[in-house]
């Protein structure tokens, strides 16, 4: 059965650091998610695409974050100046449609801040 | 706006019933149900649009009531491998993005 896959597992880095987390969506999906998880905690919509451009973001996706799809295959995103609450679990998601098709999500990228 | 889900976190022991409410202060066109283990993604369950229907997936099923904007997902006969937490999402016109619940952790103990 196809699935999401992301790069890598886990990532440290320094705050302050720029980060690109890469995520490769089942490939006939329409569109794409990041959502992130804090430990334990929600899981919390970052941004959604779709025909190469942002189709809504949260409050969380301010001007440190954006997303991109460098190729036919890769949606990226990347944390340009990262900080300690950024540390979370990152998960990317797609799906054929929206409304009434489910999201398949990857196995997500721990990102530690120190 | 995010759904509210309870209990919040609940014990069985293996072959009893639960039930985890999803509601919403907004109409809905539709909520998803997941089930994610420690450590792992989320995955998917089963998804009610709007019209009041009931669907099944092996011993767990759900319900969507429109009217009441709120949908409970029921897990009869529990069995070891139902742990973990469920999370609903919801989606309030078919052209948003989901917004995930709290989620309830459900522990299944022998």
């Known amino acids: 059965e196809p699935e999401v896959t992301q790069t890598p597992s886990h990532q440290v880095t320094q705050m302050g650091q720029e980060v690109i987390l890469r995520c490769v969506p089942i490939s006939n999906h329409l569109y794409f998610y990041w959502y992130r998880q804090i430990l334990g905690q929600k899981v919390e919509f970052l941004v959604s695409?779709?025909?190469?451009?942002?189709?809504?973001k949260s409050e969380i996706f301010d001007d440190q974050f954006s997303v991109e799809r460098p190729d036919g295959s890769n949606f990226t995103l990347k944390i340009r100046s990262t900080k300690l609450e950024d540390s979370a679990m990152y998960f990317c998601?797609?799906?054929?449609?929206?409304?009434?098709?489910?999201?398949?999500f990857g196995n997500g990228t721990r990102l530690t801040v120190t | 706006q995010q759904p509210v889900q309870s209990p919040q976190a609940v014990i069985l022991r293996e072959g009893e019933d639960a039930v985890i409410n999803c509601s919403s202060s907004?109409?809905?066109?539709?909520v998803h149900w997941y089930r994610q283990k420690h450590g792992e993604a989320p995955v998917f369950l089963m998804i009610?649009?709007?019209?009041?229907e009931q669907k099944g997936h092996e011993k767990i099923s759900a319900s969507f009531n429109e009217k009441k904007q709120q949908s409970s997902l029921y897990l009869t006969a529990s069995q070891l491998s139902y742990s973990g937490t469920y999370f609903c999402g919801t989606d309030n016109s078919g052209n948003t993005p989901l917004v995930f619940g709290k989620g309830t952790r459900l522990s299944v103990i022998a």
């Open positions: 695409f779709y025909n190469n451009e942002i189709s809504e």
């Open positions: 998601a797609s799906s054929e449609r929206r409304g009434n098709s489910p999201l398949h």
């Open positions: 009610l649009l709007k019209g009041g």
């Open positions: 907004k109409a809905l066109y539709s």
